[in-house]
């Protein structure tokens, strides 16, 4: 897919510029789904990354995916939201040739060996081998809609032009036809999200597509023998015969495909790590937080598990954590707070996340999850409890048999360490001292043996929040905002 003004490929020049020099060169025409099938089974051959960018279904999904597309089977991958399917069906478009030979000007994409409508066959026998030849890049050869109820049958299949209609032309003749989307994507991919939002009448229209691969309009068959790999995604909750799809349109896809959210922690945090954009350093243990978090909200009785939690729940706070630690750095440089080095060098924040960035994601992301009924009123409590749960195990998980004594040394006589959002990790680092275990735990964090102390800050400030949650330690929260730990909780 070109995305918005991006330039156009340009075909190389070596390529056959005739009908004549096409067939010279030993060009065969294929099928779109003969084609995918060529290029999975080269792909497979070799080794290659059959779906790059694809995490977590490795073992489940693909190879259903990959029966499908060998079997030459359109698709449709039933999944709540946010588990990649839109982006696991435009990886499809990677399996098609790169380039492949079409008919210029025709807006079918019609092949040269291959002519659909009278008017291209009647071109391709005047000129013969002199007929100048088109090349069409992959990235052109996708379509996609998202189904909603306002969507017309013109929007997908076409409709009757008025104009050429009152040229002279008749209802016979394809060139009477604007057509829309579905024949535009032709010698291609089309994908349709969300299948069931259709109307039921513009699901009929599809029904020809996928079986005898011809169309409708206004009542007048064409008979454009189309050559499509259709692809759909649906919840599976409306893809039942309670929901919105009717029978027959589930009959003409030849595979189901279930899709699912990562099932382990690790592939969580892959997909986190893939996926955000983030302005600052986040942490290996932060992000695990995060990931742990995201998977608690999912699997939790509060949470209405037929819309599910989309990964870009996790992918959301992480960036939403990102961002918190680069405004610490922002407002902290503005305030005049700097640290200075051994040489006198004045240094600013770096932006690194601490676990208490965290917090401010139970509010701006709890509209990304669909509460059970009852629960109206709780969503940030329970965000803020589970996001607590996710902090504590992650703590056990790190640091599971560290002796930790020396924190809680540090407070046991009264003494306080005051953190929060915009404390500067010096000033975190001047409170705490020297603490027996805290390179340990550093290490154990995965921030190696020499941190720079927005990073030391950070391992600080997550087991000072460990050992409160696990009870060793107390905490309030100030007026002003700032945590203070301290004494026992």
Known sequence: MTAPNQALPVPPADLPGTLGALRAAGHRYQTVKQELRHNLLARMRSGEDRFPGIVGYDDSVLPEVERALLA??????????????????????ALLDEWTPVLPGSVLNEHPLHPLTPASRA??????????VGWLHRSMRYGEKLATPDTSVGDLIGDVDPIRLAQGRTLGDPETIHFGLVPRTNRGIFAVNELPDLAE?????????????????RGYQLRLPLDLFLVASANPEDYTNRGRI??????????????????????????????????????????????????AVRESSSVDPRSGVSARFAIAAAETVAAGALRRAGLLAAAGSADADADGTVRLEAPVARVGDAVSVTSTLRGKVEFES????????????????????????RLAG?????????????????????VASAELLRQVGTVPGLAKALDRLGLGDAPTPEQAAAGVEFVLEGLHLTRRLGKDVTESGRTVYGGRS
């Open 123 to 132: 071109l391709v026998a005047e000129a013969g081998d002199d007929l100048p």
């Open 246 to 295: 009717i029978t027959p349109l589930k009959d003409r896809f030849g595979a189901e495909v279930r899709t699912h959210y990562p099932v382990d922690l690790e592939l969580e945090l892959a997909l986190i790590r893939q996926e955000a954009d983030l302005v600052a350093e986040v942490p290996e243990h932060v992000l695990e937080v995060l990931a742990r978090f995201a998977r």
């Open 374 to 397: 009852g629960e109206e009123g709780r969503e940030t409590e329970i965000l803020a409890h589970l996001l607590r749960t996710a902090t504590a195990e992650t703590f056990r998980a």
């Open 402 to 422: 560290l002796d930790l004594s020396g924190f809680t040394a540090l407070v046991a006589e009264g003494a306080v360490i005051e953190t929060g959002e915009l």
């Open 72 to 93: 030459g089977h359109d698709m449709v991958l039933l999944g709540e939201r946010g588990q990649g399917k839109t982006r696991l069906i435009r990886s499809l478009v």
């Open 201 to 217: 009448r513009i699901q009929v229209a599809l029904l020809n597509v996928l079986e005898e691969r011809d169309i409708q309009v």
